[in-house]
């Protein structure tokens, strides 16, 4: 009690703050948890129905299919986003123009700070089979277009390459900054120690990335099941059995055929589902630990 | 302590994703007590008093997708243009966008409203919800709204649950999708309007090989959609309806899964390996389309009857002397010479079981159906949109030339109502093939579920991926599988 008078001023700070989360997602949570076990109705009485919500979707084939996919490209963007943004820090940290830096660097964050509906609708035109970018360069090469985005075959990779195209800036951004504050006086030991440039990158640089690259980690675990923005906009009637995640099952459930209950049934599979990936990811990863 | 941190973080971490998930929800949890504090209405679906006399305080609380001012100044004038006709003081409240997700989530946070606008499908959705007001006695027991004059007595077909009942009111006249085509291209490349599906390869062909926009490029294509929105009128050359249709023995079919698709399908792939389709139609939505239509890059488009006064009219006012004609077709017909369109749902007017104004609500349905309301709904607020001369003479004003008779409703079904300023050219003959030939669609609640999967095939079908024999049997073993069809 004397350390909460101590510190009132940072809790009075945090007052807000908490406030917030208390009014905008703890309170929501809980009357959604409570949804979840009810007959839902827009006006009137709200039976409880026990798990018959969490049954309904449980045995709903729609849901694990959209399940499988939200695995599927969820695994495809997280290896990308995990791989790509490495390559590119390190590559940019090599280049010695400082302009030719800066302005790589604000061509590949420029993605993230547009909407999917732009971005999506971007990559739609370009990937057209008649007039997009893509396919009139691959026939000044003698290929056949390819209707990238109404075939099985490259739905799902469409939306994984992306997605990380998308993405990729802001996560090399994080490796920039992470790479600035890398002691130059270990660089300056190793090169006395006859290290080569490669071998500076290999034992110096990446080994202090590793704190960044577990935050990268679960930042991208995170996401996984809360894909949906680049899914609406990009998806069609051709390939939705391909790229239809579970967030999007939640919004037809729920908004499409107003069957709240069991969509929120669903929202609350997703978060469980979600604890359960970032436990394990936080065990494996040893993300305490540094 | 080290443990109980971690766990505390964690749990942390995932709430705030869960709370941004369950956001939504949680508006909605919010009506339960508000429901449940709607006194008598509460949870019932009572009928709303058939008495002559009311006294209740002429107030309603309106919620439309369409109806009202095109911006937000334009709806406090069309408020008060309502008070002025009606002596009602409304509140309309017009959202910008996303219209279904504001109405699901403003009932289900307690807002009482007196009237929705909503679609029929969303109506059928409320009426197993028990949350809408039975109008049957009303409506029947109505000198405006039982005038076959004023609403075709069997127009109400389209509205009446199984039982009969019927809980909303029409709030326009629904028109029909259909193809529609280059009238002056067929003219130019002296061919005769298609009838049959060979006839419709040939012409479709001709607009793509014979560069009829005289550009002297090969850049155009007979035919785009978007999606498969909507095809009905090609598969109406075998007989087949899109979406649901009830059997004889009352089994729920879905005819684009039957062996009589196939030819169809293999018709529209040969349209698609030849160039003729638009390669873009899966991923085209309906403006893109459009665009294509008006831009002289495509010769026929399946679209909507009053877009072919749009079509003409858009035209006409960026060039005058342009010899542009979109006209409506009706499709193919099937062995028996039987055309087959598709009907748009229709929009309702339909009053919640916790309205706090039934009877004025009602009072307004009846109203908006006569000349002074569908003038509202059509032309917009006077002084603003119209002027009226002292002969009684209606003339636009700028700003209606802008919103182009459209306020909610560009059509109605009251036949004593003239269009003061006539229909857009291609309009009524597209509106006639409608009345003849369209029928509304069966679109059971697990449509979305069936969708996906009639899609799937039915794309895999047109664009060779399977062979149309192929795509039809596996979509059909799948909507099986999934009792998506008895």
């Known amino acids: 009690m004397r350390a909460a ?3 009132k001023t940072l809790y009075l700070m945090m ?28 006006i009137g009485d709200r039976p ?51 302009w030719f830096k800066k302005i790589t660097q604000m061509i590949v964050y420029l993605p993230h700070l547009f909407s999917w509906v732009v971005v999506g609708g971007m990559w739609i035109l370009m990937l057209s089979p008649d007039t997009g970018v893509v396919n009139q360069i691959m026939m000044l090469f003698g290929a056949d277009p ?35 504050g890398i002691n130059p006086a270990l660089y300056e030991a190793a090169r006395i120690d006859g290290a080569s440039r490669w071998q500076q990158v290999r034992y110096v640089t990446v080994p202090l990335l590793v704190s960044t690259m577990k935050v990268v980690v679960m930042l991208n675990m995170l996401g996984i099941l809360r894909m949906f923005d680049q899914i ?59 | ?18 709370g941004a998930l369950a956001g939504c929800s949680s508006k909605a949890e919010n009506g339960a007590n508000a429901g449940a504090d709607t006194g008598t209405n509460a949870g019932v679906t009572a009928p709303a008093s058939t008495e002559p006399a009311n006294n209740e305080e002429r107030a309603l609380k309106i919620m439309t997708g369409v109806i009202g001012g095109k911006t937000p100044e334009e709806n406090v004038l069309f ?102 085509v280059r009238a002056d291209w067929l003219t130019k490349l002296e061919l005769q309007e298609p009838k049959t599906l060979d006839e419709y390869y040939t012409v479709l062909k001709a ?14 294509y007979g035919v785009s959609t978007a999606g498969l929105y909507d095809v009905q009128g090609f598969f109406s050359a075998a007989g087949l309806k899109a979406r649901y249709v009830q059997t004889s023995d009352g089994k729920l079919d879905v005819p684009f899964s039957t062996d009589a698709a196939i030819p169809v399908y293999e018709w529209l792939n040969k349209l698609y390996k030849e160039g003729i389709l638009d390669p873009n139609f899966a991923t085209n939505d309906s403006g893109k389309m459009r665009d294509l239509f008006l831009s002289d890059r495509v010769g026929m488009v399946t679209y909507w009857d009053a877009w072919v006064g749009m079509f003409n009219n858009t035209r006409k006012q960026q060039d005058p002397n342009t010899t542009f004609e979109a006209k409506a077709l009706p499709g193919v017909p099937d062995a028996n010479g039987n055309y087959m369109l598709r009907r748009g749902d229709p929009d309702v007017w339909v009053i919640p079981v916790n309205a706090e104004h039934p009877k004025t609500a009602f009072e307004f349905i009846e109203w908006w159906n006569t000349k002074e309301g569908i003038t509202l709904g059509s032309l917009g607020i006077k002084d603003n949109d119209y002027t009226v001369d002292s002969g009684g003479k209606l003339t636009l004003t700028e700003t209606g030339e802008e919103h182009a008779g459209d306020h909610g409703v560009p059509f109605w079904y009251n036949s004593t109502v003239e269009a003061p300023f006539g229909k857009l050219p291609g309009v009524q003959a597209a509106q006639d093939l409608v009345n003849q030939y369209a029928t509304l669609e069966l679109t059971p609640p697990n449509w979305a579920d069936a969708e996906k999967i009639i899609n799937e095939y039915s794309f895999n079908a047109i664009m060779g991926e399977l062979p149309a024999a192929d795509a039809v049997k596996k979509m059909r073993e799948e909507l099986k599988a999934a009792n998506l069809i008895d």
């Open chain 2, 207 to 220: 607009f793509t090989e014979q560069d009829p926009d005289g550009n002297g490029k090969k850049d155009t």
């Open chain 1, 15 to 42: 007052a807000p703050i908490l406030a917030y989360f208390a009014i905008f997602s703890f309170y929501p949570l809980v009357r959604g948890l409570v949804i979840s076990f009810q007959q839902y109705r827009l």
């Open chain 1, 232 to 290: 609406f906009v990009m998806s069609n009637g051709a390939i939705a059995d391909k790229v239809d995640v579970i967030m999007m099952y939640t919004y037809q459930r729920g908004i499409l055929q107003f069957e709240v209950g069991p969509a929120t049934a669903a929202g609350f599979l997703i978060i469980l589902a979600t604890f359960a990936i970032t436990y394990v990811t936080r065990a494996v990863i040893r993300y305490d630990e540094g």
């Open chain 2, 79 to 180: 408020e008060k243009e309502i008070e002025r006709l009606t002596g009602i003081k409304a509140t309309v409240n017009k959202p910008a966008s996303d219209y279904d997700q504001k109405l699901l989530a403003a009932i289900a946070s307690g807002e009482k409203y007196d009237l929705l606008q909503i679609s029929k499908s969303q109506m059928n959705s409320f009426i197993d919800q028990g949350i809408l007001t039975p109008l049957t006695d009303q409506v029947t027991g109505s000198k405006v709204l039982s005038d076959p004059s004023v609403i075709p007595t069997n127009e109400w077909d389209q509205l009446k649950t199984k039982d009969g009942e019927i809980y909303g009111v029409f709030t326009k006249y629904q028109g029909g999708t259909m193809p529609i």
């Open chain 1, 146 to 180: 390819v209707n990238f985005l109404s075939s099985d075959r490259f739905a799902r990779a469409v939306m994984i390459l992306t997605s990380g195209w998308k993405e990729m800036g802001f996560t090399c951004i994080l490796y920039l900054a992470a790479i600035v």
């Open chain 1, 48 to 98: 409880f129905v026990g798990f018959a919500n969490y049954s309904d979707v449980l045995k709903d084939p729609v849901l694990w299919d959209t399940f499988g996919n939200t695995l599927v490209i969820g695994a495809g963007i997280f290896a990308l986003n995990f791989i790509l943004p490495i390559v590119l820090a390190l590559s940019l940290n090599e280049v010695a123009s400082a």
């Open chain 2, 1 to 18: 302590m080290v443990k109980g941190k971690k766990l505390f973080s964690t749990i942390m971490a995932v709430s705030l994703i869960g």
């Open chain 1, 5 to 7: 008078f101590k510190f």
